[in-house]
């Protein structure tokens, strides 16, 4: 299996429900590292799994939703701890949706999200 990571970073703010969060309920921001990670068993005619261009413009599509926003004000997340491993998701199922003619042939995205240098999580999706 051959794959291809891009990186990127995004800035939000939010806060957290839940006994288990404990300073975290309050409002705080946050830098996320993201790592998409895009596996494919074969590579294309072009010999590659998807261009690095592409991937990367993807990408910031995707982060630029929610980049830079209050994530308690976005309405899709009303109800949602918007935990790392959570964003790990949206943004997974966002890139897949998003990605067009360039998911042919796409066995998987990974997306790894570190909320900082010692703590991450990542959401494999199969496509
Ligand atoms: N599994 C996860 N755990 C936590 C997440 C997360 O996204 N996934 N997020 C947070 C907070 O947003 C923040 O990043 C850390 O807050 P902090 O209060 O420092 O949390 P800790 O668990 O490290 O420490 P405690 O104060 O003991 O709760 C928290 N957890």
Not at 36 to 54: H, K, Q, S, W
Not at 73 to 90: A, S
């Amino acid at each position: 299996m051959y794959s291809l990571t891009v990186r990127d970073r995004f800035m939000v703010a939010h806060s957290f429900s839940g006994e288990v969060f404990g300073p975290a309920r309050r409002l705080h921001g946050a830098t996320f590292v993201v790592e998409a990670t895009f596996r494919r068993a074969e590579l294309d005619g072009d010999g590659l799994v998807v261009d690095i261009g592409v991937a990367s413009r993807v990408l910031r599509e995707v982060l630029s939703q929610v980049e830079y926003r209050n994530l308690d004000e976005v309405e899709e997340f009303t109800g949602q701890n918007t935990t790392t491993e959570f964003l790990c998701r949206w943004t997974a199922d966002r890139l897949a949706d998003s990605l067009g003619p360039a998911a042919a042939g796409l066995a998987g995205i990974t997306v790894l999200l570190r909320e900082s240098d010692v703590a991450w999580a990542a959401y494999e999706k199969e496509l």
